[in-house]
Structures are given as structure tokens and as C-alpha cells.
């Protein structure tokens, strides 16, 4: 079956430019998580989003990024007026059930350069 | 404040060689995963522990969680080229909701 999806793959952008990264998750998934990756490091978690609950969006580092959930489904994340330390690697992931315990299946990430 | 730490950070090693990944943290964890990278993709999921003390064998993987609960590591015994890759322990802390919280990595390089 099909995986967790992102798009663009690589999205190079000019500093102060707005960015949408897209991430289709697997279906049935309920829960869906974004994370950013600086080279070679871990994951940081941005935002969490479970079935009709409210978003976690404890991990976001700025109001400059937003997150949202269409249709429980599709989920697109939006930075606003790229900064040069926005550039990373951000990976959405899916998963069937509301916590850590459960299996999380990532999609392999959007390379985002701002310039 | 990085919660959780991995040792290594890089590891070269030569083909059949054994070797171990530490995750450490002063915080206790409900669970915890290990997942690997390769370059351009996302990680894979390779073990959950959820008891303290548990121990989990992968083929030549062997996954350990401290019986405190509060670090973990992993074991390859006669590494393969094929295990090169940037492994990723992750933990869900106690009282943290649905969240993981990843640790720094470790990138494994095992040559020929």
C-alpha cells in the first residue's frame, strides 16, 4: 500500500518568502505528526495533530509557523517569511493510534533551503 | 535542553565488527523506540520497549531498556555494510502526551 507522501521534495526559497510543505499521510492513520531535521541530527517535533482534537503545537518555534488538517487527512505546513535557520529537512509522519507507543511510518521529508 | 542523549555521535567501523548505541536521559520514558535512517529518507521503526529491563533481539540487533527506565542501547554483533545508516532512539516520556522525543542520533558507518 501507499506510504506517507511529502511535496515538494526540495523546495529552495528566498529569505522573507512564504513556504507550504504538504504531507498525505497513510490512510485510516488518525494521528499525524511534522518534525524538522537540521543535517545529520534528531528529529525536532513541531506540531501533533489527533483525529478532531485540538493540534499540539507546543513544538512550533515561532508564529511564523502554522500547521493545519483538512478533512483529517491531508496537512500542510505554512512558514511565513522564511528565515535563513528555517532551512532544514522536514519530515511528516502517520500513525494508527493516539500515542508514543505506537508505530510512527515517515514519509521521506521535504528539503526546504531558504537563501 | 537535549532529553535525550546518544553516544556515539559517529562510529566508522570495519565489516564484522561489534559495536554499541547508548541513549541516556535523566527523565523516565513510557516507552521507547529505536528507528533508522538512510540518506534522503525517513526513519523506519526497528524495535519498541516498553518494561524496564526488557531486552528485544532483531537478528543481529539486540535492544536493551534500562530497568529505571530512563536509557536504553543497542547492540549489532558482526556488523554488514548494509547497517549503515543514522540510528535514532525516541521515547515517549511519562505525563509528555502522544509526542516522541528523539535523541541526538548516532551515524554508523560500517566498511568493507
Known amino acids: 500500500g501507499a506510504g506517507v507522501s511529502q511535496s515538494p521534495s526540495n523546495k529552495v526559497t528566498e529569505k522573507g518568502k512564504d513556504v507550504e510543505l504538504r504531507c498525505d499521510p497513510i490512510?485510516?492513520?488518525?494521528?499525524l505528526y511534522w518534525y524538522r531535521q537540521s543535517l545529520g541530527q534528531g528529529l525536532e517535533f513541531l506540531i501533533y495533530?489527533?483525529?478532531?482534537?485540538?493540534?499540539?503545537k507546543s513544538g512550533l518555534p515561532s508564529d511564523r509557523f502554522s500547521a493545519e488538517r483538512t478533512g483529517g487527512s491531508v496537512s500542510t505546513l505554512t512558514i511565513q517569511r522564511t528565515q535563513q535557520e528555517d532551512s532544514a529537512v522536514y519530515l511528516c509522519?502517520?500513525?494508527?493510534?493516539?500515542?508514543?507507543?505506537?508505530?510512527?511510518?515517515f514519509g521521506p521529508g521535504t528539503r526546504l533551503t531558504v537563501t | 535542553t537535549q532529553l535525550l542523549e546518544q553516544s556515539p555521535q559517529f562510529l566508522s567501523i570495519q565489516e564484522g565488527e561489534n559495536l554499541t548505541v547508548y541513549c541516556n536521559s535523566s527523565?523516565?520514558?513510557?516507552?521507547l523506540q529505536w528507528y533508522r535512517q538512510e540518506p534522503g529518507e525517513g526513519p523506519v521503526l526497528l524495535v519498541t520497549v516498553v518494561t524496564g529491563g526488557e531486552v528485544k533481539k532483531l537478528k543481529r540487533l539486540t535492544f536493551q531498556f534500562g530497568d529505571a527506565r530512563k536509557d536504553s542501547s543497542l547492540h549489532i554483533t558482526a556488523a554488514q555494510p548494509g547497517d549503515t545508516g543514522l540510528y535514532l532512539c525516541?521515547?515517549?516520556?511519562?505525563?509528555?502526551?502522544?509526542?516522541?522525543?528523539f535523541g541526538t542520533g548516532t551515524q554508523l558507518k560500517v566498511e568493507l
Open positions: 527523565s523516565v520514558f513510557s516507552s
Open positions: 495533530f489527533q483525529g478532531n482534537s485540538a493540534p499540539d
Open positions: 490512510s485510516g492513520h488518525t494521528a
Open positions: 509522519a502517520s500513525s494508527l493510534g493516539q500515542g508514543a507507543i505506537y508505530e510512527q511510518y
Open positions: 525516541a521515547g515517549g516520556l511519562r505525563g509528555g502526551g502522544n509526542k516522541l522525543t
